[in-house]
């Protein structure tokens, strides 16, 4: 098979945090097209990688009240308003878009060309995603907004949520910037925190194995928390990898003001 068929690079550009790119490649074992995302050197996502990012979606959603219980869907008006932070390949935003309780979908991404990808269709099933009319992709710093304390919806200010679903940084301790680790620590998560509706939850997406620190840190912030270990096959080892998802609602009856 041609080079050209077996590898292409679909998008490059200079970003603030460095070069980013776009690759398609064909794995003849696995007969399928792989995507994937470089930052400079470094594999930030893949396609052939994508269980825990869907079950991000799934577990966070899980948690909201009355999930799970046999309790009806929302009603007309009603339901759960969702943010997503960190776009990426968009299977987290697809998943929670799959959830028929999720009315609305503010997917929160730093970096232009990512959204670009989607809006172009470069990607599988984009068009799923900025397609729904429940769907606003927000070009916009995750992470500034909510240290900013205005809100993660630049259209109203103060708009509380449901569900905040965050997969940009590998791990809490493993940040793509260091204006990152902030956010992981008591005063970050309370901003947080401040954004989501009482019973809302926060989920988070870390490619390392739980972590006590952490884990103590959402204890503190949080009414309740718990860290689920997301195991998978890995096709390119012939074993098993795993990633954590960490799950965290504030309490029912929450402030509201």
Known sequence: ??????????DWQQTP????????????????????VKLGD?????????????????LGL??????????????????FD????????GYTARAALADPRVRSLVVVEALGPVIDWHRRDLLPSAAELTGDPRTRLVPGDFFALVAAGDGLDPDAPGRRFDAILVD????PR????????????????????????????????SDDPPDDGFAAVLDEVFATSA??????PNPLTGGQSANTVYVASVAPDAASG
Do not use: C, K
């Open 42 to 58: 470094e594999y930030l996502m893949s396609s052939l990688f994508t269980v825990a990012e869907i079950e991000l979606a799934r």
């Open 227 to 232: 860290a689920h270990v997301v195991g998978f």
């Open 82 to 89: 969702v943010v997503v932070g960190g776009l990426g390949l």
């Open 1 to 10: 098979m041609p080079l050209s068929i077996r590898f292409e690079e679909l």
């Open 168 to 171: 940009i940084d590998h791990s």
């Open 174 to 205: 493993h940040v793509l910037h260091p204006g990152h680790a902030g956010f992981y620590q008591p005063a970050g998560l309370r901003r947080l925190a401040g954004q989501l509706r009482p019973g809302g939850v926060f989920a988070l997406w």
């Open 17 to 36: 945090i460095g070069e980013i790119s776009l690759r398609r490649r064909r794995d003849p074992a696995l007969d399928i097209d792989v995507y994937e």
């Open 62 to 79: 899980a948690a909201l009240p009355g999930a799970g219980n046999g309790a009806a869907l929302p009603g007309a008006g009603a339901g």
